[in-house]
């Protein structure tokens, strides 16, 4: 008679006579498993072996030492001491456990971007926590090149501005506010206002470790006083100092790491909004949740307009909740 076998990946028809069914069932089975695996082994493959007690530092070894034509093949991971073929679902585990470790802020490498804002930025800083730190954001870069070529995302939400450097697209004074609002207040007051009573120069005093250093903005800038013919040109050294110059290697490091795997030049065709749901993906948002964390100016929960507003955001798909929610905070993601 004819009998159906499931073997996880596909149906394999077994013909055979009733008093031989389970030998031949399993010959058969063994053979089709044999011929498959030795198909599979023709496919170019990147494998990475990987140990989860040590998840960053073996990823780090296992992806760098990867020639950067092997990175585009098909990726395959597999954790030390565990037995399981990767059909997709060990290497969505892999970027999810890896992205926890990569963006923690204990290592250094990347911090809050504000007090009240838990969106990521490069850290300044992060040749203090780790001399390697370079080949660290080369390594992270390709990590984030594999997860869009392999249609996987990046458990990870970062600030607009970096995924206009991503771009190459010039990081704005508007961008400011969806990031640090204590500063873009400051920056509008002085747009909006004489900044002669202030006392301002073109340098900006930066603390690290308790220890306060003054950076010129300009050659000599701590002897140029703001004025209000300057100050426009004195908001954009501080929006460029804020976002771009102070990360510049880190960025470079980054996206050299992320060439290795996908040319920057073909991403051009997004903008940062759709760069951000590329790597990020669409979480489910909790409309509920978000009711409950929203603080109202000049209204009240209960008022007609907020009912309304909640009602129509509660019809939206997940998507249209997504650019709401970015459009409002500047990410698409509910922070932690």
Known sequence: GMVWVWCGVGVVWVWCGIGDFMCGVCECVAEWLSGCSTVQEKVP????????????????????????????????????????????????????????????????????????????????????????????????????????????????????????????????FEDMQSVDVEMYNGMKYILDNDPEPLCLNFSVNHTVFGETKEVDLVPNGRNISVTEANKKEYVNLMVKWRFTERVKEQMNAFMKGFGDVISPKLIQVFDERELEYLMGGLAEIDVEDWKKNTLYSEYRPTDDVILWFWKVVSNYDNEMKARLLQFVTGTSKVPM
């Open 45 to 172: 493959t990147c494998k990475f072996y990987v140990h989860r007690g040590d998840i960053m530092e073996s990823s780090y070894r296992q992806v760098m030492k990867t020639e950067t034509h092997e990175l585009t093949a098909k990726l395959y991971i597999q954790f030390e001491g565990e037995r399981g073929y990767d059909y997709g679902g060990l290497s969505r585990e892999w970027f999810h456990l890896l992205s926890k470790e990569m963006f923690n802020p204990y290592y250094g490498l990347f911090e809050y971007a504000a007090i009240d804002n838990y969106t990521l930025q490069i850290s300044p800083n992060s040749a203090l926590y780790n001399q390697d730190h370079l080949q660290y954001f080369k390594f992270i870069g390709r990590v984030c090149g594999l997860a869009i070529y392999n249609n996987m995302i990046i458990d990870a939400f970062f600030i607009r501005p970096f995924y206009k450097m991503m771009l190459g697209k010039k990081v704005t």
